[in-house]
């Protein structure tokens, strides 16, 4: 697994410094009889059925971080890169492309950079996120990420009805330094209905629940701005207020919720830093678009 590891970290680009980080604490799980027990037990349940118990091999990676005095983060990030080697398996047999392979197990990366970011951790803390990729229930297609889902609402617009049972795609963006343009949103949507064309029936449609779709942005924003941009490309069915404002990591990069003490450093933190000081609220809307 070492080996696989290497390989690993050197074809999604990891950073020299983050792919000796890891590969150290790795080898300090294999040298410890416990901390080894446990990663081959977790890796054990996922090579056994897709349908293993998530939770469980989470838990066995946080128990060999606490008898290594490691942070949990880390050998969480790392049980699931360990999976990857799998996963490419079964993508595999499934004729899945090796691009949407890359593209959907990059967010491990774009994860822990988020995570060095705002908890100086090399890891991850979102690892029930991650559950979704190697279960092989969200896939990366071009900019943005996907997985199916019933609407749970109903809609109807240009005599196109959804109804609470209607499979649609859930759209996720992730935080992989792409702009948010309409050139990649529109070429991920196509790559999308086209993977999915045998999953979705008609009317195709996506939906998607995000800060970047908050209502707000109306008055905040340029009309300029690829976020705004974006919102155009959805009709917005919903919206609400993140409690304690939560969501300003993913503008801020940091954990501070103060807004006086905010950075500026970008036209969209400069944007939310006055409405924030303004009394305003961080939100999200939900949005719908038809193939």
């Given at each position: 697994?070492?080996?696989?590891?290497?390989?690993?970290?050197?074809?999604?680009?990891?950073?020299?410094?983050?792919?000796?980080?890891?590969?150290?604490?790795?080898?300090?799980?294999?040298?410890?009889?416990?901390?080894?027990?446990?990663?081959?037990?977790?890796?054990?349940?996922?090579?056994?059925?897709?349908?293993?118990?998530y939770?469980?091999?989470?838990?066995?990676?946080?128990?060999?971080?606490?008898?290594?005095?490691?942070?949990?983060?880390?050998?969480?990030?790392?049980?699931?890169?360990?999976?990857?080697?799998?996963?490419?398996?079964?993508?595999?047999?499934?004729?899945?492309?090796k691009?949407?392979?890359?593209?959907?197990?990059?967010?491990?990366?774009?994860?822990m950079?988020?995570?060095?970011?705002?908890?100086?951790?090399?890891?991850?803390f979102?690892?029930?996120?991650?559950?979704?990729?190697?279960?092989?229930?969200r896939?990366?297609?071009?900019?943005f990420?996907?997985?199916?889902?019933?609407?749970?609402?109903?809609?109807?617009?240009?005599?196109?009805?959804?109804?609470?049972?209607?499979?649609?795609?859930?759209?996720?963006?992730?935080?992989?330094?792409?702009?948010?343009?309409?050139?990649l949103?529109?070429?991920?949507?196509?790559?999308?209905?086209?993977?999915?064309?045998?999953?979705?029936?008609?009317?195709f449609?996506?939906?998607?629940?995000?800060?970047?779709?908050?209502?707000?942005?109306?008055?905040?924003?340029?009309?300029e701005?690829n976020?705004?941009?974006?919102?155009?490309?959805?009709?917005?069915?919903?919206?609400?207020?993140?409690?304690?404002?939560g969501?300003?990591?993913?503008?801020?990069?940091?954990?501070?919720?103060?807004?006086?003490?905010?950075?500026?450093?970008?036209?969209?933190?400069?944007?939310y830093?006055?409405?924030?000081?303004?009394?305003?609220?961080?939100?999200?809307?939900?949005?719908?678009?038809?193939?």
């Amino acid at each position: 697994m070492r080996q696989y590891l290497e390989a690993f970290f050197e074809e999604f680009e990891y950073e020299k410094e983050d792919k000796e980080y890891l590969l150290s604490v790795y080898d300090k799980i294999c040298a410890d009889e416990f901390a080894a027990s446990c990663f081959k037990e977790a890796i054990g349940l996922y090579d056994l059925t897709i349908e293993c118990d998530y939770r469980r091999i989470i838990n066995l990676a946080e128990m060999a971080a606490k008898k290594l005095y490691l942070y949990e983060y880390t050998t969480e990030l790392l049980v699931f890169c360990c999976l990857t080697k799998k996963l490419k398996e079964r993508y595999d047999e499934k004729g899945i492309s090796k691009e949407i392979f890359v593209t959907t197990i990059k967010d491990f990366r774009y994860q822990m950079e988020v995570c060095k970011q705002i908890r100086g951790i090399t890891g991850t803390f979102c690892s029930d996120w991650c559950i979704g990729f190697v279960a092989m229930t969200r896939f990366g297609i071009g900019r943005f990420q996907y997985e199916v889902i019933k609407f749970n609402a109903d809609y109807t617009k240009g005599g196109k009805t959804l109804t609470p049972q209607s499979l649609v795609l859930n759209v996720h963006i992730p935080a992989s330094g792409q702009p948010l343009s309409q050139e990649l949103a529109l070429d991920s949507f196509e790559r999308a209905k086209e993977f999915y064309k045998d999953i979705i029936g008609e009317p195709f449609a996506f939906k998607c629940s995000s800060w970047l779709l908050y209502p707000e942005h109306e008055q905040m924003l340029s009309h300029e701005s690829n976020i705004y941009r974006f919102m155009q490309m959805f009709d917005i069915i919903g919206y609400g207020i993140k409690k304690n404002n939560g969501d300003l990591y993913r503008i801020f990069g940091t954990d501070e919720l103060r807004p006086e003490f905010l950075p500026e450093k970008t036209s969209l933190q400069r944007a939310y830093k006055k409405h924030l000081l303004n009394g305003g609220k961080t939100g999200y809307g939900v949005g719908v678009r038809f193939g």
